[in-house]
């Protein structure tokens, strides 16, 4: 089995609806990842014990989902070198606490934060880094961003077929 990558870490599985975008995400891109609940409230010594040795398994980039109080992402970057991308979750007060929680982290422990929800965006984040110093994966997400484009071009290509009384183009 090859080690993950990618750990996308989450406070409990009631947040995995939003973290299997994530998931889909990496796998797509063929990048190995591990899925793990962990709390930074509830299992202290579990959070400090996977901080402490993901590197050593192969780790580059957590993801870490958080909502509510928000700890998880800015425990684990305490414990680490490793970097961390923050996803907010809506958990209560529509993300805001968990967004601003994350951001507002002391100097010396950054938690790099996507939107609220967007695991999307931070699997993609995660591609990004790792594809510094990877050809291949870098090439995949060319793929990935050309792609974006395209749906937009045939977007608009489908727009100019919607016919309205006073509509120009």
């Known amino acids: 089995m090859n080690s993950p ?6 406070g409990s ?3 995995l609806p939003v973290m299997e975008k994530a998931a889909k995400r990496l796998d797509a891109m063929e990048v190995s990842f591990e899925m793990l609940a962990l709390s930074a409230h509830r299992t202290p010594e579990e959070v400090r014990d996977f901080a402490m040795n ?3 398994r192969g780790v580059q980039v957590i993801i870490a989902a958080a909502g509510m109080a928000a ?3 800015g425990v684990i970057a305490s414990m680490t070198a490793i970097p961390v991308i923050g996803v907010p979750i809506d958990a209560s007060l529509k993300g ?10 002391p100097p010396g422990i950054p938690v790099a934060t996507v939107g609220i929800n967007a695991a999307e965006n931070a699997a993609i984040l995660a591609v990004q880094i790792l594809a510094t110093a990877d050809k291949q994966l870098a090439s995949k997400l ?4 050309n792609g974006l484009k395209d749906k937009v071009i045939k977007a608009n290509k ?3 077929e919607v016919k309205y009384d006073h509509k120009t183009n």
Do not use: G, N, Y
Request: proline content about 0%.
């Open 96 to 105: 805001m606490d968990a967004l601003l929680a994350i951001v507002q982290m």
């Open 54 to 56: 993901a590197q050593e």
């Open 71 to 73: 700890h998880l992402c």
């Open 142 to 145: 060319v793929e990935f961003k």
């Open 13 to 15: 599985t009631s947040d």
């Open 158 to 160: 489908d727009l100019k």
């Open 5 to 10: 990558r990618v750990s996308i870490i989450m």
